[in-house]
């Protein structure tokens, strides 16, 4: 047989490759029977090959084992014969090849959504924490404390509400609520941190008016607030001392806040200074009076039972309740200029 | 425990042919992911009581075997299809499974069938499951070689007819008749690969007068080695130690000398065949002479190592595809039966 014919037949106007072995075979001039004793498969099962009937063969592997047996035996190359027979007898079963460090992973572990599950677990548990801490915050043990230091807060037990003795003043007050002053009506006024800047002679123009006790507490506290203002230290003479409410000026920036507590109420206050700090559980019945600098930071629990009025006008507290707890900002100053915009006052 | 099988949803689950010769990991659904020498370079560091390390596994490692400094030693941890050196295997198979998963946060745990010999013993297993647990493994089964072998090679284990595979490995060669999903015969030699080597460097030294080292045996039996006489004679050019004069010299061998080598080895295996098929009931005898015996395994690739058993047993032999990969495609296959048929397996497995 020459290579042409060989060629021929392997590539095949033959169909299947059993076909083409065979006219390989005759064309060697090699007998069948001779043929099935090399391979030592019987003659039925050879028949078989050599007419493509592979139903009458065992199975795949051992066809495609007799097919390259056979080809190696005739000496012509067994891949273009395994390949018409996968054409045949359908595709070749994809062997698994070597891709080395190609490994994919089910589910590994830089897969985005292990990621974004994890960033949502860390988040989650840092939000748990936050609620957790803000809800201690609010109901504490029952402790009270202070900040002392250059705290200061005017504090009356309410046993004289209405007494002008008994009305605060923003100035630093002893633990027994009672104004240090002078027996000859100079008081000595020790003020918040802030107010220290405040004139001599202004503190001293004032002091006769508050140990004469002739004036309402509301007057007092509109003159300590005055006195805290730049403005001049004359202007509050000038102006009649018993309307002080008619003088918008003042009334704005004085920002007297008081709290009265109806029942026992958890607090905590913080001015924008840091200095002043109230904190604590408050028995029914106590009144506090602000000190420090405002805007104040205000934690009100139980806040139903909590009023607050500033420069004597009664605060809403309601828009900032939220499950009995009251949160927020509170600032006289701006509180007071929102209310006269609200009045169209012209100041 | 349960952490274990957290970490098992980033595993794959793996088939392994721990080999004596080279290790093969089959990777569900993704193929055979680790192709590797089944050999590791320990480090002993320096100092009295210095520990040791590991300084090289695999490709690496066998690069190094024969041209190791003293305080590297190249080490094959597996000996004729069993371990050898416990800490060794566990390390290796360790950093195996490492590989195949490039996973870096989660350490992997997957669960891992490993193929062992069917002649090992209850000791040997357990040692291989140990190590396999050991280095990280969630669950462990173990499935003889052979059927292993023959799942991997296609073969049509679940029907009620014989079929004999016949699996040489690198230390054992497994033959074994299966019907039903299960073995009726088998027997394991520990002839294989590194016997023909063994072989080959014995006739070398005794014909030449000169030492050669494994891995230019296992050069010599992949270039010229063969198991039957054929046609044509191939050459190789080959350097060793001359034992005389203590000087390395070159010479050259021929296929026909090898084929001389390897005859005892190659006699081993052909008894064992001869054996099985004594041993095998007439009825599975005679579908094994109808259809053939099969051969699976890296012996497989040695040039006319079919023709040799024809010859000598008179019955068609046939190669399987890509032999070498028979035994941990067929693993990697019962481990997704294991799956398909929950519990209930159909072949052994330990």
């Known amino acids: 047989m020459n290579p042409e014919e060989t060629e021929e037949a392997l590539e095949g106007r033959a169909t299947g490759p059993g076909e083409r072995l065979k006219r390989i075979r005759e064309a060697q001039g090699l007998d069948l029977s001779r043929v099935a004793a090399l391979l030592h498969l ?97 109901w504490p043990s029952v402790t009270e404390s202070w900040d002392d230091g250059s705290a200061t807060v005017a504090e009356t037990v309410d046993a004289l ?83 002080p409410e008619a003088m918008p000026e003042p009334a704005a920036t004085t920002g007297r806040i008081n709290l009265t507590f109806g029942q026992v109420s958890w607090v905590k206050i913080q001015d924008a200074g840091g200095s002043f700090k109230l904190q604590g559980e408050m028995k029914a019945g106590t009144r506090r009076v602000l000190g420090g600098t405002p805007p104040y930071q205000v934690v009100l629990g139980n806040a139903n ?9 009664p605060f809403d507290l309601t828009p900032h309740i939220r499950g009995n707890v009251a949160r927020f900002t509170l600032d006289p100053r701006s509180l007071s200029e929102n209310r006269n915009r609200s009045e169209g006052n012209p100041f | ?100 998963h490039e996973t870096k ?5 997957p669960r891992v069938l490993v193929c062992v010999p069917c002649g090992s013993t209850q000791v040997e297993r357990r040692a291989i499951k140990e190590s396999a647990a050991g280095a990280g493994a969630r669950e462990v089964y173990l499935i003889e070689e052979p059927m292993a072998a023959a799942i991997g090679a296609g073969l049509p284990v679940d029907e009620a007819r014989g079929s004999m595979v016949l699996d040489i490995g690198g230390g054992t060669s497994e033959v074994a008749i299966i019907s039903l999903n299960g073995i009726v015969y088998a027997n394991s030699v520990r002839v294989g690969g590194d016997r023909f080597d063994d072989a080959i460097i014995n006739y070398v030294r005794r014909n030449y007068g ?108 046939l190669i399987a595809e890509v032999p070498l990969t028979c035994v941990a495609r067929g693993g990697g296959r019962a481990l997704e039966m294991l799956d398909e048929r929950g519990g209930e397996l159909l072949f052994a497995l330990e």
Do not use: C
């Not at chain 1, 590994?108 to 994890?118: P, Q, W």
């Not at chain 1, 609520?177 to 004032?206: C, F, K, S, T, Y």
């Open chain 2, 105 to 109: 946060l989660i350490r992997p745990s």
């Open chain 1, 42 to 138: 019987g003659e039925d099962k050879l028949e078989a090959l050599e007419a493509d009937q592979y139903d009458r063969l065992p199975g795949s592997v051992f066809t495609q084992g007799y097919l390259r047996n056979y080809a190696r035996l005739l000496g012509v190359p067994t891949e273009p014969l395994l390949a018409a027979y996968h054409e045949l007898h359908g595709p070749r079963e994809p062997l698994p090849e070597l891709h080395i460090a190609q490994v994919r992973h089910e589910v590994g572990s830089g897969h985005l959504l292990v990621r974004l599950i994890t960033w949502g677990i860390v988040i989650g548990l840092i939000a748990l924490v936050v609620i957790w801490w803000r809800g201690y915050l609010q």
């Open chain 2, 1 to 100: 425990m349960l952490f274990r099988r957290i970490r098992g949803i980033f595993s794959n689950d793996l088939s392994i042919d721990l080999g004596t010769a080279n290790t093969l990991i089959y990777a569900r659904g993704q193929g055979i992911v680790l192709d590797e020498p089944s050999v590791v370079a320990i480090r002993q560091d320096r100092g009295p009581g210095g520990g040791k390390s590991v300084a090289a596994v695999g490709e690496e490692a066998k690069q190094m075997l024969g041209r190791t400094p003293k305080n590297i030693t190249a080490i094959r941890p597996m000996k004729d299809g069993v371990i050898a050196d416990f800490t060794v295997t566990e390390k290796m198979l360790q950093h195996f499974i490492h590989k195949v």
């Open chain 2, 210 to 317: 000169t030492l050669i080292g494994e891995a230019t045996a296992e050069r010599v039996k992949k270039e010229i080695g063969s198991a039957f006489p054929g046609n044509e004679v191939r050459e190789i050019e080959v350097k060793g130690r001359n034992l005389a004069e203590g000087i390395p010299r070159s010479f050259t061998l021929n296929s026909n000398e090898i084929l001389e080598a390897l005859q005892e080895p190659l006699s081993g295996i052909v008894e064992a065949v001869k054996a099985a098929l004594e041993q095998t009931p007439p009825e599975l005898g005679a579908d094994v002479a109808e259809r053939g015996i099969v051969l699976t395994g890296g012996g497989a690739l040695l040039r006319d190592i079919d023709r040799l058993l024809e010859e000598e047993t008179g019955l068609p032999v």
């Open chain 1, 161 to 243: 509400p209405g007494e002008p003795g008994s009305t605060m003043l923003p100035g630093e007050i002893t633990t027994d609520g009672v104004p240090e002053m002078g027996a000859g009506g100079e008081g000595i006024l020790r003020l918040p941190p802030q107010e220290e800047a405040l004139p001599e002679d202004a503190a001293r123009e004032e002091t006769p008016t508050a140990a004469g006790g002739e004036k309402t507490g509301v007057t007092g506290t509109a003159e300590m607030g005055e006195a805290a203002l730049p403005a001049p230290a004359a202007e509050p003479e000038s102006e009649p001392k018993t309307e």
């Open chain 1, 305 to 313: 039972s909590v009023s607050i009025s500033v420069d004597g006008k």
